[in-house]
């Protein structure tokens, strides 16, 4: 059977932006560990996984070689797993991602098959939402990929380093109703800044000014305070200009370190799990980003008569007594 050239190029360019897309999730997956969810690092990873969906349901849809077909649709997701090393969970999760992708495979062409007319976006919801789960699933294995080898990246996965801002207002509040005196601690305050403002309140309620201290006698309480603290915490080197987040962040991952020991090593995959169920949710917007875009390459396909509509007779399986 000879293959259409249409054929052809939208397979090659499923399979493209299909390994493209996981690519670019491969990159961007290291500054979701780190905590660096700054809106521009994920902007082409999107728009690639709504191209990526886009092209491997309109490949189902449209390409009628059998053969050319599942070859599509396994490369475009399983050419993801050459970014990873072989191992155990690669295998398992190279697996759960053929199955995936080769039911939606069916619930699609099942849906073009008996649909009495053409519904895009009936057709596009009965397999789609498996292709965003396989996705999910892919990356969950990045993440995993990522944090196994890394002590403190295997920690950091429980803490995110966002969430050391969150906690420092949280602490703010409380130690002002503590101390009975102003504290306004920002996360981007420094160690010193906030040093600082300790020490103000504490000479206030002796009747002394913070100005009416030398300025040599100042930095040496400066740096006997911040030597306090980092004793008491265990944190290496505190100059003071470090962020008081970050300061934070270190100690609650050395606690964190200490207090999961020997469990050290399960923590990568109970973190991959918990991302994949984090991800698949963060897929739903993207899930109706695709369709919206899919609908809209479908009418410039049609216009620029890529895509023609035809009638054809289908056969109905009925059962009869």
């Excluded at 500054?31 to 902007?43: K, Q």
């Excluded at 649709?73 to 797993?81: H, I, N, R």
């Excluded at 503590?178 to 800044?193: H, Q, R, Y």
Aim: proline content about 3%; aromatic content about 12%; charged content about 15%.
């Amino acid at each position: 059977m000879t293959i259409s050239y249409k054929h052809l190029v939208l397979s090659i360019l499923a399979i493209a932006f299909g390994f493209l897309s996981f690519w670019s999730w491969q990159g961007v997956t290291g500054f979701i560990v780190e905590g660096s969810l700054h809106i521009s690092n994920f902007i082409w990873p999107i728009i690639s996984l709504i191209l990526a969906a886009s092209l491997f349901a309109f490949s189902i849809i449209f390409v009628k070689t059998q053969w050319l077909v599942y070859l599509t649709v396994l490369a475009s997701t399983a050419s993801a797993f050459f970014l990873l090393e072989a191992g155990a969970t690669t295998v398992w999760a190279l697996l759960a991602t053929v199955f995936l992708v080769l039911l939606s495979l069916h619930h699609i062409k099942h849906e073009v098959e008996l649909s009495r007319g053409f519904s895009l976006s009936k057709t596009l919801k009965s397999g789609l939402p498996l292709y965003f789960t396989a996705a999910s699933v892919i990356i969950s294995v990045f993440y995993f990929d990522i944090t196994k080898n890394d002590g403190e990246k295997m920690v950091s996965a429980l803490f995110p380093k966002p969430a050391a801002g969150l906690v420092v207002k949280l602490l703010s509040g409380q130690l002002e109703s503590l101390l009975g005196f102003p504290l306004k601690i920002k996360a981007d305050s420094t160690v010193d800044e906030v040093i600082m403002q300790l020490l103000r309140g504490q000479l206030q309620e002796q009747d002394i000014s913070l100005e009416s201290i030398p300025k040599k006698e100042l930095e040496n309480l400066l740096i006997l305070q911040r030597k306090e603290i980092a004793k008491k915490y265990n944190i290496q080197a505190l100059s003071g200009k470090e962020k008081v987040s970050d300061a934070l962040y270190e100690v609650i991952i050395g606690q964190l370190t200490s207090l999961v020991g020997p469990y050290k090593e399960y923590i990568p995959l109970v973190s991959a799990f918990a991302f994949f169920f984090a991800f698949k949710t963060f897929t739903l917007p993207i899930y109706y980003l695709s369709l919206l875009f899919s609908f809209v390459l479908l009418k410039l396909a049609i216009l620029g008569k890529i895509i023609k509509r035809e009638k054809v007779q289908i056969q109905v399986e009925r059962l009869s007594l």
